[in-house]
């Protein structure tokens, strides 16, 4: 059953620009889209979250997504918002940042339906490593006129920023080898759909303008806005850079606390974006909301359904139990549940010292732990009057001064964490 992919977008505040003709197109049987991806890297980042559920939406409305891996463009660089170019990759490194990329969409598209709408993964290196160039600009460079390419924003945004140093060629030509891309898939996949963020308008309707040329056929350009942070700093970026999908580049703990610690009015705008929630449930979830901010649920909600899905369920549970453990209430156990790269994310930023294993296989007193072995307090006296307030624990739990320290209070065989109070915490690591 087809459902009205235009209409679902719109209420979500996806939609930026459909070329006329384009919803009634939709509505009347399976169509195939696709939408390109960069693969110069192992792992797709938030950023590219926007055009993954595009594909996501556009399935669960009964179409054919397909998912194209620009090994070739990767290799060129897109000059829409970019202000240099790309380094070329080899070909090894782009079939394997390939299969992670597929197994990265694979959590949101169905590759594997039996409906006839499953998802397809494309690389356009596929098509284009024997393309000579005297054939490309025999067969599709005569097609489109150089005041054609000239008038579009993203040509015309570089060569006139006072920034760079113009356009070199091959980026001026990324607009000819995108548009036959969609050509491509036009001819061979019967695809008339290209969609993307807004700033990639120029070079879809270049596509749509081979399909017309040289196809005899008729394409359609669907955009979603870029989006932005109600504060003005960027979408996707945290501290660290990039928040990547990978979690071995940044952990669910990090994934899930970036949506956690959205602004009202992103998360707002986040939840209908990036969640497959009906509007009646973030209609809901936005009153009450509303009625009770403080509680933070949109923003609860949000990180939960997004880090499960980039994710898993597990990983969801562990990184809610990461944040109770510096947010909420929770126990030794819970700290010892946690792998090395969480803890180490948990209490990023906090004091550490270096001890020997020979010191906790004897026995660490707790007046050394806090002072002569740590300097986590300044003497032994300041250690005894916080031990004698019962302003100490260890791993979450008090202790007295005669507790010590051994092996079996190592989480994950290394650390020991210590606290004074709610909110000083240091780390021993045990080496």
């Known amino acids: 059953m087809i459902k009205n ?62 998912a194209l891996v620009g090994g070739a463009t990767g290799m060129i660089g897109d000059p829409s918002g970019k202000s240099s170019e790309r380094n070329l990759l080899d070909e090894k490194t782009l079939r394997h940042n390939q299969e992670a990329i597929k197994k990265q969409l694979s959590h949101f598209l169905d590759f594997e339906s039996k409906s006839g709408n499953a998802a397809v993964l494309v690389n356009n290196y596929d098509w284009m490593k024997d393309f000579s160039f005297l054939e490309f600009i025999r067969d ?19 060569i006139s920023s006072e920034s760079t140093d113009g356009m070199s ?27 993307g963020g807004s700033d990639q308008w120029g070079n879809i309707t270049t596509g749509t303008e081979l399909i017309r040329r040289i196809g005899n ?9 870029l989006i932005t942070k109600s504060d003005g700093s960027k979408f996707g970026k945290s501290e660290g850079g990039n928040v990547w999908l990978d979690a071995e580049r940044t952990s669910p703990y990090k994934f899930y606390q970036y949506w956690l610690n959205s602004s009202d009015e992103d998360a707002e705008k986040y939840i209908k974006i990036f969640t497959f929630l009906t509007q009646e449930e973030i209609n809901t979830l936005i ?24 994710h898993s369920t597990d990983d969801l549970e562990n990184a809610i139990r990461a944040s109770d453990i510096l947010f909420g209430k929770s126990t030794s156990d819970d700290l010892k549940r946690l792998n090395e790269k969480t803890f180490l994310d948990v209490f990023d930023g906090v004091p550490q010292a270096e ?16 002072s002569a072995k740590t300097e986590f307090l300044k003497s032994n006296g300041e250690a005894r009057r916080a031990l004698g307030e019962n302003a100490i624990s260890v791993n979450k739990e008090k202790v007295a001064e005669d507790y010590i320290i051994t092996k079996d209070d190592l989480i994950n065989n290394k650390f020991v964490l210590l606290q004074r109070g709610k909110k000083n915490y240091y780390v021993i690591v045990v080496n």
């Open 355 to 370: 001890i020997s294993r020979a010191d906790i296989d004897e026995g660490l007193d707790m007046i050394a732990a806090l």
């Open 5 to 66: 992919f235009v209409e679902e977008l719109t209420w979500r505040g996806m939609i930026h620009d459909v070329m006329p003709g384009a919803e009634e197109h939709l509505m009347e049987s399976m169509r195939s889209a696709y939408v390109g991806f960069d693969p110069t890297a192992d792992s797709l980042h938030i950023g590219n979250l926007v055009p993954i559920m595009l594909l996501a939406h556009y399935q669960r409305c009964g179409h054919k997504p397909f």
């Open 140 to 158: 599709v460079g005569k097609h489109i006129t150089v005041n054609y390419m000239m008038a579009k924003d993203s040509v015309k945004n570089r």
């Open 287 to 310: 009153k009450e909301h509303q009625e009770a901010p403080h509680l933070r649920q949109l923003q609860k909600r949000l990180a939960e359904e997004i880090t499960a899905m980039v």
């Open 217 to 225: 056929g008729k394409g359609y350009a669907i955009t979603c806005p």
């Open 169 to 195: 060629f091959t980026e001026f030509t990324y607009q000819l080898v995108q548009g036959y891309d969609f050509l491509h898939l036009y001819k061979h996949n019967d695809c008339t759909i290209q969609m």
